[in-house]
């Protein structure tokens, strides 16, 4: 069972950046997709970006030409560098990965098998 363990959260202003990173305890080369997701109180938990085995990615509206995901199977890692932040993007942000490429694409974070336990994102002046 692969572990996956989240850094990098934390207050930063409006307009500033933040890099989530993402360390797997084991390999991350036969996973299907790799994503970011983010949650708030109430609300249900949304996909943010998501890289394929092939390296192809996806981001949500919100989040376009803001955002970049990475994935780097030969250290095990996946990151996000979030940019120009706004306080909408306050979250908890969720590491998460596929077991396998079947459901490669779904936004849906059932078809998703393996979760870190999330880094808070406070974005406010």
């Known amino acids: 069972q692969v572990q996956l363990v989240e850094s990098g959260g934390g207050l930063v202003q409006p307009g500033g950046s933040l890099r989530l990173s993402c360390a797997a305890s084991g390999s991350i080369f036969g996973f299907g997709d790799m994503g970011w997701f983010r949650q708030v109180p109430g609300k249900q938990r949304e996909l943010v970006a998501a890289?394929?085995?092939?390296?192809?990615?996806n981001y949500a509206y919100s989040v376009k030409g803001r955002f970049t995901i990475s994935r780097d199977n030969a250290k095990n890692t996946l990151n996000l560098q979030m940019n120009a932040l706004k306080p909408e993007d306050t979250a908890v942000y969720y590491c998460?990965?596929?077991?396998?490429?079947?459901?490669?694409?779904?936004?849906?974070?059932?078809?998703?098998?393996?979760w870190g336990q999330g880094t808070q994102v406070t974005v406010s002046s």
């Open positions: 890289i394929n085995r092939a390296g192809s990615t």
């Open positions: 998460s990965a596929q077991n396998s490429g079947l459901y490669s694409g779904s936004p849906d974070p059932r078809k998703y098998d393996y």
